[in-house]
């Protein structure tokens, strides 16, 4: 809580698109003696902290990875907590989203069996709910993969090539990330990964291509608006050069 001190910051170098890996849910529970699920519902407040305070910096896209395709590998009862926790939390929280101008969307395998019909139905309302809001875009990565949108985007070419509608001569980058689960989302400027990990696990790897990556070793629920303001002076201390010289003008 509290407001941030945006004077350490080049206003004219903020991160469009920051991307959040939320890790060290469980360890933080662990160490208090709590079961796992306690560590996630901690990291609620974390997360919302975070939205406050990627609006004050003036973030323009912020993609949290809140379920990934390998976390169906976790304990059954884990992973049905955390289906009924990502619905529960839309539920009690996208009024307050929606009213700080936040644009809502979701990139995942939606259409997937495994993910409950209600949860489903809550997300698409919750789109709906928030689709004129510009303030800032709020991408929940939930039942999401890289390699599953990769796959996605190349099985919707090849349809397309296959009924006539595109040539394969026609398929350029611009093309393919257009094909991706949310067209439009720009390349990830910084990536955070919470807990000390140093691992992508599966997370906008086509989009963070060029992206700085910055590795707290706090566990998210510990994390909060300062430890994103820290992360931002970071990335803002990287001389990103996009494939450039060192030595060239900038
Ligand atoms: C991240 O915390 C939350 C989700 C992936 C849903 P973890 O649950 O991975 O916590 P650790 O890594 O076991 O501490
Ligand atoms: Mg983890």
Redesign the pocket.
């Known amino acids: 809580m509290g407001t941030l001190d945006l004077s350490r910051l080049d206003p004219a170098r903020i991160p469009r698109h920051v991307g959040l890996i ?9 160490r208090r003696g709590l079961p ?1 699920t306690a ?2 519902q901690a ?1 609620e407040e974390a997360l919302f902290d975070v939205v406050h305070g990627a609006l004050e910096i003036g973030i323009e896209w912020l993609t949290a ?4 395709t390998e ?1 169906w590998n ?1 304990d059954p009862e ?1 992973v049905s907590f ?1 289906m009924w926790f990502n619905e529960d939390l839309l539920l009690r929280r996208r009024d307050e989203l929606h009213e700080l101008g936040v644009r809502v969307l979701f990139a995942g395998d939606l259409d997937d069996p495994r993910v409950p019909d209600r949860n489903r139905r809550h997300m698409a309302e919750t789109e709906r709910l928030t689709a004129h809001n510009r303030r800032m875009t709020m991408v929940f990565a939930f039942n999401y993969g890289s390699r599953w949108e990769i796959v996605e985007a190349a099985r919707r070419l090849a349809e397309k090539v296959a009924a006539g509608g595109l040539r394969p001569e026609d398929i350029d980058e611009a093309t393919f990330a257009a094909h991706l689960a949310v067209p439009g989302m720009p390349d990830v400027d910084l990536v955070i990964r919470s ?1 000390g ?1 140093h691992r992508l696990s599966n997370f906008l790897l086509w989009q963070s291509a060029y992206a700085e990556f910055v590795f707290p070793g706090i ?2 629920p510990d994390f909060d608006r300062h430890a994103l303001l820290e992360a931002v002076v970071e990335y803002q201390r990287r001389d990103r050069r996009f494939g450039g010289a060192v030595d060239a003008v900038r």
């Open positions: 939320l890790d060290g849910n469980g360890r933080w529970a662990n796992r560590g996630h990291g990875f809140t379920f990934s976390n976790r884990e955390l807990s990990e566990l998210w």
